[in-house]
Every structure is written in C-alpha cells, then in structure tokens.
C-alpha cells in the first residue's frame, strides 16, 4: 500500500497523455493500418445494418463502384480512381509546403478555381487563333500565374502587415467563386452553362482521357519530395515553421521565403484548376473543385507532409468516398450516407496520429521511481 | 501488442457475427423485365426538384418491372460522362436519363460513344440539332399548369375583392423566381396571364434569388414583395422559403413542385409540378417494343406529365376546383392558348412576331417564329421552354443570370 498522506498532496490524475519518441516506423504504420482496416469494418457494418444488405455484399458494391469490371477489361472505372487520387494528391501536394512553413494556406479552392477560369479563358479565346502546342503553352502559363498570383495576394499582405491568412485565404475562395459564376454568366448567356471546349484539350493516350493528369501528377509528387526534403529552399520553409526568429538570426529572408512559398502552393493549385479544366471537364463551373481544397488540407497532413505517404492517404479517402456512394445509390440512400461513413474513417485516421505521438497512462497503483 | 491481438480479434469475431446474419435476404426476386434504367441526379432527395424525378423513376420503374440503377450528386461536368459510362458497364444499363441541365453536352459524349444505349435528358435543348439517333430531350407544357395555379391565384384575389380587403387596383401578386432566363420567365407569365383571365385588374412583381437552392434568400425575397404590397405569392425556386414566409404572416401561396399544406395549413392553395413517370414509362415501353424513343418530347396535361395537387379548400376560393376544371378542359380541347396575343401586350402594343432562340448555338441567335396566328407556341418547336418575352402588368424588381 503507498502511503495515503503522499498521494494526497501531489494527487496523480486517473489519466494523464505523455509524449512519446520510442515508436519505431513499422509499429506506427501497423497502427495506421490497422486504424484503416477497422475503419473499413465499421463502414461495412454501419453500411450493413442501414442498407440490409450481406456484409461481403458490401465490400463487392465498394469494389464495384472503385474498380467497376477491371478484370473484365472495362478500365474506364480505375482510370477514373487514379484520376480523383491524382486531384486530390495535386491540392495536397500544393499545400504541404504552405503547411510545412506553419502558413495556413485554406485557399486551394480558390487558387485551383483561378487556375481553371485562366485555363478555360484562353482555351475559349484562343482556341482558334493559336496552333495546338502554343495554345496548351499559353494554357500552362497563364493558369499556374493565375493561380500563384492568387497565393502571393494574402502572402503579401502576411509578411508586410502580418495579417491572419487563414482568414485571408478562405475569403479569396469566395472572391475566385464569384469571379467564376460572373465568367459563367457571360460566357454561358442565358443558361448558366459553359458548354465544353473542343479545343486546348489534354490528348487522350490510347483510350484513356486521364493518363495525362495522372503522368504530371506523379511527375509533380516527386518533383515536391526532392524539393522538401534536399533543396536549400526545402530547408528554408522547414526552418521558418520551426521558429521565424531563428530563421532570421542565421540570415533567412523570411517574407521573401513566406512570398515564394506561397506563389509555389497556389501555382500548383494552378496546375489543379488547368487539369481539371484541360484534362477533364473542359468547361468550368463554380463547383469545379468541388470543396476538394479543403480535403487536401486533411490529406497533407495525414501523410504527414511526405508526398508518397500523401499517395496513400488520399488513395484510401478516395477509394472510401466512390465506394461508400455507391453503396448509397445501390441502396437509394442520400448522400449524408457516404458523408457520414468518410468522415467516420478519417476521424479515426486522425485519432491513431493521437495514439502514435502520445501514450496514455493510467494511474498506477504503485508509485513509479522515476518519471 | 498482446493487448492489441485481443482487440483485433474481437473485432474478427464480430464482424463474423454480423456476416452470418446478413446475406441472407435475397433470392426472392420476381422475375423482372430484362431490361435496366440508370439514372443520374443532380443532388439527391435533399432537393425538392431531384426528389421529384426520383419519386417519379422509382413509381415508374416498379410498374413498368425493370430494374434501375442511381448515382446521386453528379455535378454538371465530365463526372456526368463517367457516371454514365459506369451505369453502362458495370450496372449494365439499356437506357441512360440525367436530371440537370449542364449535364447535356456529357451525355451527349457518352451518347457517341455507346450508340446501342439510349439517353434521355431533361430540360435539355440540343437533341433536335445533335443529330444522334439514341439522344433524347423531354419536358413538359407545366407553363399550362402555371396558368391553372394562376386561375387558382385569380379566383382568391376576386375573393380578396368581394370580401372587401383589398380594392381591385391593389390586386398585386408576387413572385419569387431562381434565375431571369427563359424556363423561369415562361412560367411567371403563364401563372400571370392564369389570374389574369379571371381578375383583370391584376399586376405582379418578381424577384430573383440568382439560386435554385436558397432558402434565406427565397424567405427574403418573398418578405420584401409582401412589404411591397403584394397580397398573394408564387415562385418557381426549390426551396420552402417562399411559402414559409407566406403561412408566417398569413399571405396565399401558389407553390411549386409539390404541395406544401403540411408546413403552411393555412396558406397553400394549390401547386403545379411536371410527374414525371409518364415520360419514364413511355421511354421504357419504347426501349422494350424496339421503338424510337422521340428526339424532343414534350409531356402535357394530357400525358399526365403536368398535374395539379389537391387544392386545399381552407385556402383557396370557393368555386376554385369546378373553375379550374373548366378551364383544364378547354386547355385540353384548345379553346384556349396560354400565350393567345390577344391576352397580353408588350409596350401597350399586340406582338405581331417573334423569334425565339430555339437551335442552341454559341450566339444565342434568335432563329425560330415562334408565333403563329395571334399564338406564342410554347414547346411546340422544342420542349424545353423558350418564351422570354416581358410582358405589360408584371414589374422585374430586379434580375438574376
């Protein structure tokens, strides 16, 4: 028995969280999947008991929505899968330097819409004048500026006058929306529609329509992974999120590094907004990105700003997002159903984060020697 | 990691249990119809104008014994295409139907891409000039129905009159319209002219959300014309705001897209909306016999495509249902014509002729006369609707694209 008198002058809570450093790599990952795997089980019994259909019947209808007859060799489905994950992964990759340098960038939304109104804005005025590679030059330029300059608009004023970004950034979202709508409206005449341009379209390769959103994406994802982790700019952002004094005492420039940054997060946003229009809707609406931007910000973090762990990250959302609406319209639910059932396995993702940094104790019964 | 083996295997055993339970509630299926209907919605049943259509697939797909497929919350965009290719190849669809209007030119796409699958688009313009033989529009005269809500509006404004609340010259009705263009002007006028024919002296505003979907705004819209001295709403916006603002302060309400007398049980009059399951059925029967399903199909009064909902007699004008069978048969027999010019005028003066922009193309050229012996024809050159034109005794307090 330890001593009453003890205990009751320095009480220990029933509960206390301490950090934790000895969790090795592959114990973590065994954590997250196994999050991931009990995810699914709970999606597959909640989506069981609300649908009345058989538990495996389930995981067939996820797999049928996800991978439609892959095997069959109907690939239009899994290029469709690759093509989400590919859009998804392009935002987060956007924010993950923004993120890393502590500069909450909530405006991929909007970045990405600037983007696209740039991409469909020379696709429909000089679809005709200019020859095909010139034009998806200009659509390339035009769109990552358009999309950097949206980025550098609330980094400016940061660095100059310190302003809140996060703010900042989620208002620009409702200015590019209203720009959009604005542009539709004229464009689109009376009926509000823009229909799709034939020109300044990505090529389709084979029969594919998305091989080559998927190709730059990839191609940006490791682009991103050498500048992060061995580029002396790569080592700049990490320094100014760590602490924006000791960045200035050992002579980095941070409102040159914050500016730069962001123009790097919002012409990658850009880039979105151009594959989305170029590469796949070849019109433009104000839902184009479709509150993606604010996924992305989840999926950054989740992978833990590393851009392949991001591939993992956002394959599993996506995969879980098509699947579980399909399982919804298989079953005549309304969408809150997949909602519900996304939210419910990224909660949980976010919850083993918890659990891999910090272990809970419970009070012990003997006193411990050492803390 | 002994601790987590446990939990690990706990939720093994459970969700074995749960597996042994389910799955077993199949196999007694009738023998259906060899045939399947994919649909795609714009929202899901959270939208007044997509319940309708899935109300509608639902009833007509039961009676008709086929099976149908849904994807819900497929935005006007390429997600269109690739929600029609998966209804085709993985859900094995015949025949492809999608609710919005920006999903036209995707399912177009598809349409030349899957020629032995037939697709039919509602509210759409371009089926008549695509030239492809398995792409279909389709809606309907509900401009008629507008016109008998209207007469419904007519005869609670003469009672208004008669009972002494209001004089004939403050006879003003408002209107809560989504967006200025043709589909919303058509059916303010049809629902104007309605009352018209049966109080004279009628006029009416309208205001415009800029939205389909916007219950704050629809609610302040339909305050403001109530504090501009409007005695009677209306509104074409898929939203409750309108009749909720009307049962608050004790306004009549014509509504739209279905009744509204169990959240406003002393303010709805009647409502008009387009059933679709007629058109669904005829689709189906087409695709069975091996018939071509109509390039442009317009429902009507007599399809069963536009209908009325049960007045409520706590509201409404005695007399209302006798009139508005009256005037439903002489729509019926072509005594009368919404659009007759000779019920309205433009600038004080009678419209001789008009062209309508009826083939879509990127001008948004006028091409079509449209008005044949002192008669707009509404949906007669193309079912989607196309009159625009701004008529005398209704006021635009504002406009919305």
């Known amino acids: 028995m330890a001593d009453i008198s003890a205990t009751k002058k320095q009480r220990e809570p029933l509960i206390h969280v301490v950090k934790r450093d000895d969790m090795l790599s592959w114990q973590a990952w065994l954590i997250r999947g196994a999050t991931v795997l009990i995810g699914l089980i709970i999606v597959g019994v909640l989506s069981m008991l609300v649908t009345q259909k058989g538990f495996f019947e389930t995981y067939e209808i996820m797999y049928s929505g996800v991978f439609g007859k892959l095997f069959e060799g109907y690939t239009t489905m899994f290029w469709k899968y690759l093509q989400e994950i590919a859009i998804l992964l392009c935002l987060a990759l956007a924010l993950t330097p923004a993120f890393k340098m502590k500069f909450w960038n909530c405006g991929a939304e909007g970045q990405a819409l600037m983007g696209g109104l740039a991409s469909i804005f020379c696709m429909i005025e000089f679809g005709e004048k200019l020859p095909y590679g010139v034009l998806i030059a200009v659509i390339a330029v035009t769109s990552i500026l358009a999309g950097a300059i949206w980025g550098i608009i609330p980094a400016v004023f940061r660095a100059l006058f310190n302003t809140n970004e996060t703010l900042f950034t989620l208002m620009m979202n409702y200015i590019a929306t209203q720009i959009i709508a604005y542009y539709v409206y004229i464009e689109g005449g009376g009926s509000n529609v823009i229909n799709p341009v034939s020109a300044g379209n990505f090529p389709a390769v084979g029969k594919n329509d998305y091989f080559v959103n998927i190709v730059i994406v990839a191609v940006i994802t490791i682009l991103m992974f050498v500048y992060l982790k061995y580029s002396k700019q790569g080592y700049e952002i990490s320094v100014v999120g760590e602490s924006q004094n000791t960045a200035k005492y050992i002579g980095i420039n941070v409102k040159k590094v914050i500016i730069r940054t962001m123009a790097i997060s919002g012409a990658l946003c850009g880039v979105t907004g151009m594959l989305l229009v170029a590469g796949k809707d070849h019109s433009i609406n104000t839902n184009l990105v479709g509150g993606q931007g604010f996924t992305a910000i989840l999926m950054s973090w989740l992978g833990q700003f590393n851009p392949f762990v991001m591939i993992v990250m956002t394959a599993i959302v996506v995969f879980l997002r098509i699947g579980v609406s399909k399982v919804a319209d298989a079953s005549l639910l309304n969408s809150s159903f997949s909602e519900i059932m996304v939210g419910i396995v990224i909660l949980m993702l976010v919850g083993c984060e918890f659990f891999i940094h910090y272990s809970i104790k419970f009070r012990s019964k003997k006193k411990e020697v050492n803390a | 990691m002994k601790k987590f083996l446990a939990i690990l295997l706990a939720v093994v055993f459970v969700v074995c249990t749960f597996a042994a339970c389910g799955g077993n509630n199949s196999g007694e299926e009738e023998k259906k119809v060899d045939l399947k209907v994919g649909f795609i919605f714009l929202h899901d ?72 699958v037939q697709f039919c688009h509602a509210t759409g313009t371009q089926a008549h000039t695509a030239g492809l033989s398995n792409f279909h529009n389709a809606f309907a005269s509900i401009y008629e129905g507008r016109y008998l809500a209207g007469v419904a509006a007519g005869l609670k404004l003469n009672e208004m009159i008669a009972d002494g609340k209001i004089t004939a010259d403050k006879a003003k009705m408002g209107y809560v319209g989504a967006f200025t263009f043709a589909e919303v002007i058509s059916g303010y006028t049809s629902f104007y002219l309605g009352a018209k024919s049966v109080c004279p002296s009628v006029t009416m505003d309208v205001k415009f959300t800029g939205s389909w979907y916007d219950e704050q705004l629809e609610k302040e819209a339909a305050q403001s014309l109530i504090a501009g001295g409007c005695v009677l709403i209306s509104q074409h916006a898929d939203s409750m705001g309108a009749p909720t603002a009307c049962e608050t302060v004790g306004v009549p309400n014509v509504s739209y897209n279905g009744s509204t007398i169990s959240a406003c049980p002393n303010t709805f009059i009647v409502s008009s909306r387009i059933d679709w399951t007629p058109y669904f059925k005829y689709m189906i029967q087409c695709v069975i016999d091996g018939k071509a399903i109509d390039t442009d199909w317009t429902g009507t009064i007599e399809t069963g495509s536009v209908v009325l909902t049960d007045i409520n007699t706590k509201a409404a004008a ?35 002729s008009y062209k309508a922009d009826v083939d879509t193309d990127a001008n948004f050229e006028a091409d079509t006369e449209v008005i044949d012996n002192g008669v707009f024809y509404e949906s007669k050159h193309r079912s989607a609707p196309y009159f625009d034109v701004r008529i005398d005794g209704i006021t635009l307090l504002d406009e919305k694209y």
């Open chain 2, 318 to 352: 005695e007399g209302t249902a006798a009139k508005l069978e009256e005037v439903k048969g002489k729509l019926l027999d072509g005594s009368i014509n919404v659009f007759d010019t000779a019920n309205w005028t433009v600038k004080g003066e009678k419209l001789a």
């Open chain 2, 45 to 116: 049943d959270q939208s007044t104008y997509d319940k309708n259509f899935m109300d509608a697939a639902k009833a007509a797909c039961e009676a008709m014994n086929v099976e149908y497929a849904q994807k819900t919350q497929i935005p006007e965009s390429r997600d269109c295409y690739d929600a029609a290719v998966e209804l085709i190849e993985v859900d094995g669809c015949d025949i492809i139907f999608a609710d919005s209007f920006g999903h036209e030119s995707f399912l177009i796409e598809a349409a030349q891409k899957y020629p032995d």
